[in-house]
């Protein structure tokens, strides 16, 4: 571009197209995607976590304080997702803008319809159990597009000079998303209730269960973050081959072998998903959700009968 008519675009551009994006911080990539998809280019979105991490235990690099440091404004997940991480380095990344309570600390799990909500006490023999509820619902776009729609709000109250389009971009994204569930979830019912049976490894899948109209019979794990014993997986060898369970899904980010042999000793697939979107690679979230209801629809319709 020749230097006049960069000079030409200056004049006629107002000064705000030039002002600093807006720096959110999310930590799970799917929250990036998200955020990225509301704010367009007046935002500037990075995630601290990438999808093949387990989002229990991301490692708390120092590059992320210094990430933190900078945001104007932090997308979480909540519901003690990220317990094991995320609190040290907020404490290190001393940012009011971020801290909870400012109009810049986003809790996602605050706008969506909670499962598995215990009723009494949690104890840590029952497992990594979460005392708000499953915090696994990112994976699910009916939950997806209520976290837009907040964000849409929160957006247009941090950065009130672009707030219709913040709102805009939310609707838009929430029409899409409900869609998207209800298409899918259309899909699914045809299935022959039988067939929409599965096991899955640790207990990540229920709102996407929900969502799909599908029925867990057993988790790998014998509770949730413990790892499985041999007792346990005859267990669930034994469940599935009674059930007639052919299905078994897991994140990409969980040890396969115990699974690669149930699987085998089951006669069923085993379905490995993608832990998150794909943000770094560009990835949008509708198409993340949509291919992972696809690859477990492909495994329930080709699983034997
Ligand atoms: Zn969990």
């Known amino acids: 571009m ?4 960069i000079g030409l675009l200056l004049w006629i551009l107002p000064s705000a197209a030039f002002a600093a994006p807006l720096k959110v911080v999310a930590t799970l990539p799917s929250l990036a995607a998200l955020a990225a998809e509301v704010g367009g280019p007046l935002v500037q979105v990075e995630a601290l976590s990438s999808p093949r991490q387990d989002p229990h ?6 590059s992320l304080i210094l990430q933190l440091n900078r945001a104007d404004m932090l997308v979480q997940n909540g519901l003690e997702l990220e317990v094991g991480w995320l609190p040290p380095l907020l404490l290190q990344a001393r940012n009011p803008k971020i801290s909870q309570g400012a109009p810049g600390f986003f809790d996602a799990s605050q706008f969506v319809h909670r499962l598995q909500v215990p009723a009494g006490a949690v104890s840590r023999r029952q497992g990594d159990i979460h005392p708000g509820g499953n915090p696994h619902f990112l994976f699910d776009p009916r939950a997806a597009a209520s976290i837009a729609e907040a964000l849409g709000q929160r957006l247009a109250e941090v950065d009130a000079a672009h707030a219709e389009t913040y709102r805009n971009n939310a609707a838009v994204l929430v029409k899409r998303l409900r869609a998207l569930a209800a298409e899918e979830a259309a899909k699914f019912a045809a299935l022959p209730a039988a067939k929409r049976r599965l096991c899955v490894y640790h207990e990540s899948l229920v709102y ?4 799909l109209g599908l029925q867990e019979v057993a988790t790998v794990e014998p509770r949730p973050g413990i790892p499985p014993d041999p007792q346990h ?4 060898l034994q469940t599935m081959r009674g059930g007639g369970v052919h299905v078994l899904a897991q ?3 969980y040890p396969q072998n115990t699974s690669k042999t149930l699987a085998e000793l089951a006669k069923a697939r085993l379905v490995v998903l993608q832990g998150g979107t794909r943000f770094s690679e560009g990835q949008h979230y509708a198409d993340h959700a949509r ?3 696809d690859t477990l629809f492909a495994a329930f319709s080709q699983a034997a009968p």
């Not at 235990?57 to 120092?62: C, H, I, K, N």
Request: charged share 25%; proline share 4%; net charge negative.
């Open 291 to 293: 291919a992972l209801a």
């Open 2 to 5: 020749k230097t006049w008519m």
């Open 251 to 253: 994140e990409e980010f």
């Open 57 to 62: 235990y991301v490692d708390a690099r120092p």
């Open 233 to 236: 997986v005859a267990a669930v």
């Open 208 to 211: 996407v269960l929900d969502w």
